[in-house]
């Protein structure tokens, strides 16, 4: 008898939690139609546009809801490129090079590399050599630890070790040239640290060039586009296209209304409200035969 009030008060415990809970999951499923309808309100939701290519291996697409519905031909004469050099072959990444100075300077080389204008912004990198003579994997470690815009790499194959430099980005603006002062003071005899050296402006040579430095090339609807790399971003409104590689024919890209998306949203919408109206019913139902009512059925709120 002494018990009832406490066992009283232990159901009324438990029925506020049970509608506790049930609060919970009414203002979840709440929050998730207001999400669902806010996202009907928004314009990118019905402006929205999808990209497609005719060849996505050689031009692709992305829009967004700031692109107008369209086609256009696409034809890609150049890729954006890095400036690549080699040295001449060495027993292994352990043979010594040398000691002194590299000089590494950004910029853009004029035609027949007569001449190099040094990229704005960028600052040319001093790196020590040495002493002692260092070794090809010692100067690559060197060059990529020194922010340069060049990085290096040694190149292992059956006829030796070569380091390798190009530029850490794509574009004309990105192409580099080596100058070297070297302890055996000769900075350009292609011996010791000068085989590093690469200026042809002055007429250096001694480090090879395998690749130069270029900007993407291709035309849109006939009009010529340039781009430092092979990712032109904002070409039209929105849209971006990404080169892959040079074509021989012109390549569809289209920007049609995205349908799926818009599709999305309102299936969202109509989920999120036939979920909360089933909850609700079920919460505030009474069943006549089993006389068991809802948790909430007869709650004013």
Known sequence: VERVPVTKLQTETTSLQTKLSTYGKLQSSMAALRDAAS?????STWK????????????AVTTSSSTLPGSYAIEVSRLA???????GVYASADALVGEGTLHIELGTWGPGQTSFTAKAGATAVDITVGP?????????????????????????????????????????????????????????DGLG???????????????????????????????????????????LDGMTLTLGKVTSAPVLVEAKPDTANIRKALDSFVSAYNELNKLVAEQT?????????????????
């Open 39 to 43: 996202a009907l309100t928004r314009a």
């Open 48 to 59: 929205a546009t999808v990209g497609s290519s005719s060849d996505a291996a050689s031009v």
């Open 81 to 87: 490129s890095v400036q690549s050099n080699a040295t």
């Open 132 to 188: 002692p003579a260092e070794s090809l994997a010692q100067l690559r470690d060197k060059i990529n630890a020194s922010n340069s815009g060049v990085v290096a790499s040694v190149l292992t194959d059956a006829s030796g070790a070569r380091l390798v430099l190009r530029s850490a980005a794509t574009g004309e603006a990105n192409g580099f040239r080596i100058g070297v002062t070297d302890t055996d003071g000769n900075n350009s």
């Open 193 to 235: 640290l000068s085989a590093l050296a690469f200026d042809p402006s002055a007429g250096i040579l001694t480090m090879a060039q395998a690749l130069a430095a270029a900007n993407a090339s291709a035309s849109l609807n006939g009009l010529p586009i340039g781009s430092e790399s092979n990712t032109l971003s904002n070409v």
């Open 285 to 301: 139902k009474y069943d006549a035969a089993s006389k068991k009512a809802g948790v909430l059925q007869g709650d004013s709120a």
